[in-house]
Nanobody, 124 residues
């Protein structure tokens, strides 16, 4: 079983940047595919980005392509989400999640383990 803790959320102005971090412990982190999801107030959770555990392949939601970059450092058991050109509509609680069998899954049910989330607020 793996435990995930997100950090790096903050209040930022539109056009700014943030880097979120996801720190893992308690399991074979390098064997898990990692995804980032977000949930805005009053909305359902949505997929943001994912990275494969071995190939390093990545997938992104259309809404963040070209602005967000997911990366991982297996030696440090960490995954990052670099967010550039932030927009007010990026405001949400961001969660990292891990799955061992669904690759670059984009559905919430693909992921077995979840962090508690970190708040990102983008002001206009």
């Amino acid at each position: 079983q793996v435990q995930l803790v997100e950090s790096g959320g903050a209040l930022v102005q539109a056009g700014g940047s943030l880097r979120l971090s996801c720190t893992a412990s308690g399991g074979s982190f390098s064997r898990y595919n990692i995804g980032w999801f977000r949930q805005a107030p009053g909305k359902e959770g949505e997929f943001v980005a994912a990275i494969h555990w071995s190939s390093g392949s990545r997938d992104y939601a259309d809404s963040v392509k070209g602005r967000f970059t997911i990366s991982r450092d297996n030696a440090k058991s960490m995954v990052y989400l670099q967010m550039n050109s932030l927009k007010p509509e990026d405001t949400a609680v961001y969660y990292c999640a891990a799955n061992s069998g669904y690759g670059l899954g984009t559905a919430i049910w693909n992921y077995e383990y979840w962090g508690q989330g970190t708040q990102v607020t983008v002001s206009s």
